[in-house]
Every structure is written in C-alpha cells, then in structure tokens.
C-alpha cells in the first residue's frame, strides 16, 4: 500500500471513529444499504421542499392565500424535519449495525404521513 492510500485511510479512520467511537466495523453492505437509505430519506424530504416552494410560487387560482400559505409552510417543515431526521435514523441505524444491536423503528414514517396528510387536508378545505 502506497503512503497516500495508507494516510487517505488513517483519515477516513479518524473521522469514523470520531463520529463512531465503539463497535465494531459492520458490513459494508449494511452500510452502504443504510447509506441507499438515508439518501432516498432526502429525495423525499427535497420533493417537499420543492412542493412547499412551489405551492407558494405558483398561486392557484381558488385557492386561498391564508390557506395556501399554511400548506406552503407545512410542506416545508416537514421537509425539514425529514432532512434532520434522516440524519439522525442513518446515525442510529449505524450505531444499530456496530453494536449487533436491532434496528431502530422508522420514527421519520408518522412525520411522513401527518405532514402529508395535513398539507392534503388543508388544500382540500382551500378548494371547496
């Protein structure tokens, strides 16, 4: 092993270790499974940021500006609290993997779901 690939690795060492300072390394597949994971987590969360910003980009003629405005922020912070909360599941998943331990419940899916089901209900109402 040449001395740059050695110190690459002793640097990717030291940051592992930092951030996981117990445990034992896992498999990669897990790890790159849990990587797969935690970046479809915020596709979803960049689909409602961008719906957020669109909704109130583009106002909808019908639909109220009070209420539009609600939705636009809904979306957002829940796109928000998706992008931390995707951060937080990879780190937990991977702390999970290093100590044998099982893996956490998705605790991101009933943000999900009221977050979605919130915005819809209130572009609902704005409609009629």
């Known amino acids: 092993m040449s001395g740059i690939d050695q110190r690459q690795r002793d640097e990717r060492d030291v940051f592992t270790r ?3 300072p117990d445990g034992e390394e896992p498999d990669p597949r897990f ?8 970046l479809a987590w915020t596709r979803t ?10 909704l109130e980009a583009f106002a909808m003629r019908g639909l109220d500006e009070g209420l539009r405005q609600v939705a636009s922020m809904v979306l957002i912070i829940v796109g ?3 992008a931390l909360g995707s951060a937080f599941r990879w780190m937990r998943i991977e702390r999970s ?8 419940a998705p605790g991101i899916v009933p943000l ?6 919130v915005a819809s209900i209130i ?3 704005a409609l009629f």
């Open 18 to 20: 930092a951030v996981f």
């Open 31 to 38: 790890t790159l499974a849990n990587e797969r994971t935690f």
């Open 45 to 54: 969360s960049l689909a409602f940021l961008a719906g957020g910003i669109a």
């Open 80 to 82: 928000m609290a998706i």
């Open 97 to 104: 993997l290093r100590h044998g331990k099982p893996l956490p």
């Open 112 to 117: 999900l779901g009221l977050g979605i089901g």
């Open 123 to 125: 572009v609902l109402i």
